[in-house]
């Protein structure tokens, strides 16, 4: 039963991967969700080699028995990668973010250094054999996976909490660039699959009888789960509404000469100093919609109205400091129009990429 169930999930997840990589390819936030799920192709068609192969094609390969096993590291930080996609379309990938293969690159090296040494008999006699060395390493790494599961959840639901913060302050639901329902069922439907896989391993430790029911029960939510994101994906009117204007924008003319109307008042004019200023306070001062600002915004500056404001305060920031190196660096922050130090300092690096002190300093 498990054998059957791994192999439809493998040939089901192979042609979603493919269709992902044709609607999607031009999509960042679906090429990330495609690239996520290549990986989760090849580890799961590696995998399903161990049940289906038999012994006489490990005798002769031992290195695929558990070469594939350092590519259960990637499949967190690359979801943790495409879920940050899907928080804000200005995300992008940077060098800091290679730091989210070391341990895939650690088990890997570790793992080929064994074969290297040992050679392919000890492999064969020791890798299933409890208590030994080998036995141990490949147990490491459904350790460390369970330890992503833990910081890379912690981490999105933190992420969720405080883009759920400002839209509730600031910003109307279609701003951020997608449905905060489906942000919510990405995160937390993603953390209660992770957290069905500990339960997993606990049950397998500990030798409870009922351990490959919830093997079963973790393997088939993650399917329905991924099923539903991907179907989302490749049938989901989103590379449309990317290629075209929604239906009730404003001619692109008449967005420019809002823009500026914009920027008149709150660039200028340096409303953006106010850390209280709403959408609504803008609206109403142009004595326009909310909708048609927010529009606006997104449309000419490719941001959020939340973003467009952090990034005028940020270059106000940018100036106190290079002009007043003795001011402390929170007076700054509450004379750019900051009320609190985390979302200064969050703000701060997104956009110039160093935090206050680092760029004073230079």
């Known amino acids: 039963m498990e054998k059957t169930v791994h192999l439809l999930i493998m040939y089901t997840m192979l042609v979603l991967t493919l269709l992902l990589f044709h609607k999607g390819r031009k999509n960042p936030r679906s090429l990330m969700l495609a690239i996520y799920a290549s990986v989760e192709v090849l580890t799961n ?13 490990f005798d002769q390969f031992p290195l695929m028995h558990f070469i594939y096993k350092p590519l259960y590291c990637l499949w967190v930080p690359l979801f ?45 006699q020791n890798l299933y054999r409890p208590g030994t060395f080998i036995y141990r390493s490949a147990l490491a790494v459904d ?56 339960a997993t391993m606990l049950a397998v430790l500990v030798k409870s009888p009922f351990a490959s029911v919830f093997n079963l029960v973790s393997i088939s939510y993650f399917f329905l789960f991924f099923f539903a994101i991907f179907y989302n994906t490749i049938t ?38 106010e850390p209280e200023l709403t959408l609504q306070q803008i609206a109403s001062e142009l004595n326009e919609k909310e909708r048609t600002i927010s529009q ?27 002009d007043y190196k003795e001011k402390p660096i929170f007076e700054i922050m509450y004379e750019s129009g900051f009320n609190t130090k985390g979302a200064f300092n969050l703000a701060f690096k997104k956009i110039t990429g160093k935090t206050p002190t680092q760029y004073r300093e230079g």
């Open 45 to 57: 068609g590696l995998n399903s080699l161990t049940l289906s192969a038999g012994a006489g094609f």
């Open 80 to 124: 943790y990668v495409y879920a940050c996609f899907c928080f804000s379309p200005d995300f992008r990938l940077k060098k800091k973010y290679l730091v989210h293969l070391i341990p895939f690159f650690a088990f890997l090296i570790f793992f080929l250094i064994i074969w290297i040494t040992k050679g392919d008999h000890y492999i064969w």
């Open 143 to 198: 350790l460390t996976v369970k330890l992503q599961y833990l910081i890379y959840n912690f981490l999105m639901i933190r992420s969720l909490f405080y883009i759920e913060k400002q839209r509730n302050l600031q910003e109307p639901a279609q701003s951020l660039g997608v449905d905060i329902r489906w942000l919510r069922f990405i995160v937390y439907g993603y953390a209660f699959g992770c957290f069905s896989g500990i």
């Open 236 to 273: 989901n009117k989103l590379y449309n509404e990317e290629a075209k204007p929604k239906s009730g924008l404003l001619p692109h003319a008449e967005m420019l000469l809002l823009m500026k109307r914009i920027e008149e008042l709150v660039a200028e004019k340096k409303m953006y100093l």
């Open 296 to 322: 606006t915004i997104n449309t000419i500056l490719q941001r959020n109205v939340n973003d467009y404001l952090n990034s005028l305060r940020v270059e106000h920031a940018c100036q106190l400091l290079l």
